[in-house]
C-alpha cells in the first residue's frame, strides 16, 4: 500500500485567474505531501545535519487531470517503483478529499553528499527501508501512465 499524506489544504493566493489551483501549486503539495515519507525513510530535516547528506529532485513530471478549486482538501499518495543504490523512482497522486485523483507526478530523487555535492550512496540501514518500502508498494501493478514520454495526441 502506498504512503498517504494526511489532508492538506489550498490557500487563497494559491488559485490563479481561472479560478482553480495554480500549475505551480500542485508542486508545492506533492513535495510537502511527501515529506513525511522522506522522513520515514530516515531522510528528514536532521538527517542532513547528522550526516552532511539530503536528497535533490532529479526529474518530476506532472500531469494534470483535473481542476482543483478553492477550499478543497487534499491527500498526496506516494509509491516507489525502483530504488537503486543511490536514487529513488517513485509515483504520487494528489487526490481530493472525495477520492478522485486531480494529478500525478512522477520523480527521480537523487541521495547526495553536500560535501561535494555528489550523488553517493544511500546509508545501508535508509537503503534497507527504501527497499522494505519497494516491496510493499509493488504489489500493485504499475499504472500505465508511468515512464511515459511527453507527446501531442494527433
Not at 40 to 60: D, H, I, R
Not at 96 to 114: F, K, P, S, Y
Not at 124 to 150: F, I, N, S, T, Y
Request: hydrophobic letters at 40%; a negative charge.
Amino acid at each position: 500500500m502506498p504512503y498517504l499524506s494526511d489532508l492538506m489544504t489550498i490557500k487563497p493566493e494559491w488559485i490563479d485567474y481561472n479560478g482553480h489551483l495554480n500549475m505551480a501549486y500542485y508542486g508545492v503539495f506533492f513535495d510537502v505531501g511527501g515529506d513525511p515519507f522522506t522522513e520515514e525513510m530516515g531522510m528528514g530535516q536532521s538527517y542532513l545535519a547528522e550526516t552532511g547528506c539530503t536528497t535533490y529532485a532529479a526529474e518530476f513530471k506532472t500531469r494534470y487531470l483535473q481542476e482543483v478549486h478553492a477550499d478543497a482538501k487534499l491527500r498526496v499518495s506516494l509509491r516507489l517503483v525502483d530504488v537503486g543504490p543511490k536514487s529513488f523512482h517513485y509515483i504520487q497522486e494528489l487526490i481530493h478529499e472525495d477520492g478522485w485523483v486531480a494529478a500525478t507526478g512522477e520523480g527521480i530523487t537523487l541521495h547526495v553528499d553536500q560535501s561535494g555535492p555528489k550523488v553517493a550512496p544511500f546509508p545501508e540501514a535508509v537503503k534497507a527501508r527504501l527497499d522494505a518500502a519497494l516491496a510493499e508498494h509493488q504489489k500493485e501493478p504499475v499504472p500505465d501512465w508511468v515512464g511515459k514520454p511527453m507527446g501531442l495526441r494527433k
